[in-house]
């Protein structure tokens, strides 16, 4: 069996719904969502956390209960700063690494995401962006050479590239010989570059109610193609299936199962037939 590590942010979060009302999520960040997202579907998966919320004051003992069988230290910094977690990566033993943060970080930071590649030494290496910046180096710049999926947003792209132009960002894209890569569009749509070719995937049509970690179930479904050995059309379908059942539930504990991703995407399928 494929066994996946994904390593990131995770936090205690709310968020605002659009009709202005807070809910409450839980443990949130991007790495927790594909984290339960993966173990949903059926993916042998372990989510450990690069730093956590020093204002979560129950937090540690939650991803404690993630991470029951590691050891670790916890240097904590000045309030209103991250932690980071000390810990030994070769233990894990992944076949694929998937790292969430955010484009922009710290020198201090990047290093560390290195580390972490060299400790784990997985067969495929997945960075899930996001658009937040605590920093002033662009992650790309350290780790383009060793990772083999990335999928960026518009928002994300439009600040590496420097340009809105949709084609312009693709063939930057093309350019960086990444094995995965193309751009997620949100309610418009995704691209996806594989070998070379384009491929364009309709959005599902549904009525979003919180678009909290929809781009974080999107790669988790790609990541569950890649494991299937599905081929492109399927992978990226079911990626935008998963990702539109999740903006159509309210909250982070957005998890779906494949049965109801495929009976989803079947069912679409038939009402627009």
């Known amino acids: 069996m494929t066994k996946v590590v994904v390593v990131g942010a995770i936090f205690n979060a709310r968020t605002l719904t659009h009709d202005g009302s807070e ?27 690069l730093w956590f919320d020093l204002d979560s004051k129950e937090l540690p003992s939650l991803i404690y ?12 910094k000045d309030k209103g700063e991250y932690s980071w977690i000390a810990q030994d990566y ?47 180096e662009l992650v790309l ?31 930057n894209l093309e350019k960086m010989n990444i094995k995965v890569t193309g751009l997620k569009l949100a309610e418009k749509g995704s691209w996806l570059i594989i070998d070379g070719k384009r491929h364009f995937f309709k959005p599902f049509d549904v009525v979003q109610k919180d678009s909290t970690g929809a781009g974080d179930l999107y790669m988790a479904g790609i990541i569950y ?19 539109a059942l999740g903006v159509s539930k309210l909250g982070g504990e957005k998890c779906f199962g494949v049965v109801e991703v495929l009976k989803f995407i079947k069912e679409t399928k038939k009402r627009q037939s």
């Not at 922009?104 to 997985?122: A, C, H, K, M, W």
């Open 23 to 49: 809910v409450s999520r839980g443990l949130g960040g991007g790495a927790y969502f594909i984290y339960r997202a993966l173990k949903k579907i059926g993916v042998e998966v372990d989510c450990d956390p």
């Open 65 to 76: 209960q993630l991470n029951e069988k590691n050891d670790r230290s916890i240097i904590r």
């Open 90 to 136: 070769t233990r894990f033993n992944a076949d694929i690494l998937v790292i969430k943060c955010s484009l922009f970080n710290s020198v201090e930071f990047n290093t560390r995401i290195l580390e972490i590649i060299d400790q784990i030494t997985p067969k495929l290496v997945v960075y899930e962006s996001s658009v937040s910046s605590t920093g002033k």
């Open 141 to 171: 710049d350290r780790i383009v050479s060793r990772i083999d999926v990335f999928i960026p947003s518009y928002i994300e792209a439009k600040a590496v590239f420097n340009t809105g132009d949709i084609d312009v960002i693709l063939s």
């Open 225 to 243: 193609g890649i494991i299937q050995g599905m081929h492109t059309p399927k992978s990226g379908t079911f990626a935008s299936a998963l990702g």
